[in-house]
């Protein structure tokens, strides 16, 4: 069961269970997994670091909170192990 939360995109209100900042929703960024409030997907999360940017000049450059990167990597560490 999804969490509600309040959100100021439209139909971003689905809360991923087990985390308090990842929601997914279809009319979120076609159901990626995203960080709540933003309009940011984990993947791209992934992609910044990977291009060399810190956790702080992306929480900076695109608005992302630092209290949300710890939870964005372990739901992409579960995903890379295959579960969520």
Same mark, same amino acid.
């Given at each position: 069961?999804t ?5 100021d995109?439209? %139909?971003?209100e689905s809360?991923?269970? =087990?985390y308090?900042?990842? $929601?997914? @929703?279809?009319e979120?960024? %076609?159901?990626q997994?995203?960080?709540k =409030?933003?309009?940011?997907? $984990?993947? @791209?999360?992934?992609?910044?670091l990977?291009?060399g ?6 929480s900076?450059e ?6 949300s ?5 372990r ?5 890379a192990?295959?579960?969520?």
């Open positions: 069961m969490q509600k939360i309040k959100s995109v439209p %139909g971003t809360l991923v269970p =087990g308090q900042w990842i $929601v997914m @929703h279809p979120l960024l %076609g159901g997994a995203a960080i =409030g933003t309009r940011i997907s $984990v993947a @791209h999360i992934l992609e910044c990977a291009g940017m810190g956790f702080k000049e992306i900076e695109y608005g992302v909170p630092p209290e990167f710890a939870e964005a990597m739901y992409a560490a579960k995903l192990e295959g579960r969520r």
